[in-house]
């Protein structure tokens, strides 16, 4: 089980709560597909993604990237059990949607970037840390119930 | 691989920084301090704290070297060859925290430039940061 100081709790909640879900979401993942365009294998259904205009001006991208941000919903409410919480998905990714549990870790990344952009100094090193905490557990969580 | 107009926005994104140096080195580096205390190992024998002037002084040295590959990336292990035998021989840091770093340069250029980080220039941006990592480790062995 996973430590979480009070600190730590704060400021995850806390950046979850102020989060603009329609706005992040969409960025995050396109900014994910522009910046590591192998991560689009998966998307070959979303329609145009041959530039980066066209995945930021993707619905579908957009509508993704919302519903992928909302998952992280459940890690924060449930901090103190996020791999059972995430099993069942981490089973869905494994076995129906066949994606690499490496991309997970490239998609947090955009996520982390795109949530510094907005809030730009107040997401200070300690802030950074606790953030990027939250979803390195996500993420394994996430690939836990692969084999 | 760089396209020329990925280069062009690479060599103005530093350009821009460079006057900020200080700033956006010492910046990264404490993220990455904060995040992967691991690093840490490796400046024992230095004040990390912020503000201290050895953070400053190495935060300016890794961006202005960062700046002055950037203006001719074909030639980065011509460029690098002095640094590539300090990682090499002097400092031996685990190449594994050059893309820490990396990552937390991303984190402050977008902390500092808000949505003028865009996507295009973050894909430009971790491409050069992974070349130039690249060839700093050339020469560990």
Redesign the interface.
Known sequence: MVHWTEKERTIITGIFSHMDYEDIGP?AL??CL??YPWTQRHFSCFGNLYN?EA??GNANVAAHGIKVLHGLDRGVKNMDNIVATYAELSILHSEKLHVDPDNFKLLS?CI???V??????A?T??T??AF?KFLAVVVSALGKQYH | MLSNQEKMLIVQIWERLTPVAEEIGA?AL??M???FPGSKTYFSHLDISRGSPHLLSLGKKIVLALAEGSKDISQLTVTLAPLQIMHAYQLRIDPTNFKLLS??M??AL??????D?T??A??AM?KYLSAFAAVLAEKYR
């Open positions: 960025k396109s900014r522009i910046v980066a995945i930021m990344d982390t970037i795109v510094a952009a907005k809030m730009g100094h997401f090193g300690e950074q840390a990027q | 910046d404490l993220r301090f904060a995040c990552h937390c991303l984190v977008s902390c500092h430039m808000r949505d980080f996507a295009v973050h894909a971790d």
